[in-house]
């Protein structure tokens, strides 16, 4: 555990520093386009016209709380993503996404978010972010627990997604996921619909990590470890401080929620927009 590693380098009289990307994870695609660099503290990933790159966890989880310091491609980054995501292996897979959707110099990105349960996605949510996310490295999250799934920018809730199974709506909690992040070209689909297409003779375009921390259940020989101190992140629910906070963000930075689209879903929304209570 991260948490344990942390305990002895302190006793080693070390700073207690995020997880070292050269330990937790591989740069799996990109052909040298991703870099681990500054003796594992910082991670590039970068996208020409040939190929994008990512990387992904070492570990598997089952629940955790995870924590990345992005820092977005600058200028004009109109038709790349930068994804984020947690996701199974399995062929109907669970996962949760965030993904920041470039745009022409000084225009805003779009965050976008997702969570897919057995392979079953369409629950979008889009915000806009209160900074500048190229200036420089700010920190995304995901809490994953069995009651609740929330992102946060900066330590702020952006989303919740609450465990309903009790009134009929799935959950993913049984499917051990992997981080993944990624730079890719969505030029077809993400700035403005694909009205507006790549600039490639802006590329490469770079997009930069730091300050990964991964604190979850490892899973591992089909069975799940969250280590022996306490995971206060396993039933961590929002406070009333919290909740306002998420108020906020939905009240004056949301700009897309499937919860409201009934063009989308012409049979009825999904059965846990329907049964949200407190937003
Ligand atoms: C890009 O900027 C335009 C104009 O401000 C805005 O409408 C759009 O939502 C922005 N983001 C994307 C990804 O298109």
């Excluded at 598997?60 to 820092?71: A, E, H, P, T, V």
């Excluded at 689909?189 to 300050?211: E, Q």
């Excluded at 921390?213 to 089909?222: E, F, I, T």
């Excluded at 108020?247 to 689209?261: A, E, G, L, P, S």
Aim: include cysteine; hydrophobic fraction near 35%; glycine fraction near 8%.
């Amino acid at each position: 555990m991260v948490y344990s590693k942390c305990l002895l380098l302190i006793i080693a009289v070390f700073p207690c520093v995020a997880g070292n990307f050269y330990q937790e994870v591989d740069v799996t695609w990109g052909d040298g386009r991703g870099q681990i660099m500054d003796n594992g503290n910082l991670l590039a990933l970068s996208l020409d016209k040939a190929s994008g790159s990512g990387f992904q966890s070492k570990n598997q989880y089952l629940f955790g709380r995870f924590d990345i310091k992005i820092k977005l491609v600058p200028g004009n980054s109109a038709g790349i993503v930068t994804a984020y995501y947690l996701r199974s292996q399995e062929s109907l897979w669970d996962e949760i996404d965030f993904e920041f959707l470039g745009n022409l110099s000084g225009q805003p990105y779009i965050v976008h978010t997702n969570i897919y349960v057995q392979g079953q996605g369409d629950r979008e949510q889009q915000f806009y972010l209160w900074f500048d996310p190229t200036a420089d490295f700010h920190t995304y999250s995901f809490l994953w627990n069995p009651t609740h799934i929330v992102w946060y920018v900066d330590g702020r809730p952006i989303r919740e997604f609450k465990n309903m199974e009790t009134k009929g709506a799935p959950y993913p909690k049984t499917q051990a996921m992997r981080l993944y992040a990624s730079l890719w070209d969505a030029e077809e689909w993400a700035t403005r619909g694909g009205l507006v297409k790549t600039d490639w003779t802006k590329a490469p375009f770079t997009a930069s990590f730091r300050s990964y921390n991964a604190n979850g259940c490892v899973w591992s020989d089909a069975a799940s470890w969250c280590g022996q101190n306490s995971t206060p992140w396993l039933s961590e629910a929002l406070d009333s401080g919290s909740q306002k906070v998420l108020r906020w963000v939905r009240k004056k930075y949301m700009i897309y929620d499937y919860c409201t689209d009934q063009m989308r879903f012409p049979q009825g929304l999904p059965r846990e927009c329907t049964v949200r209570t407190n937003l």
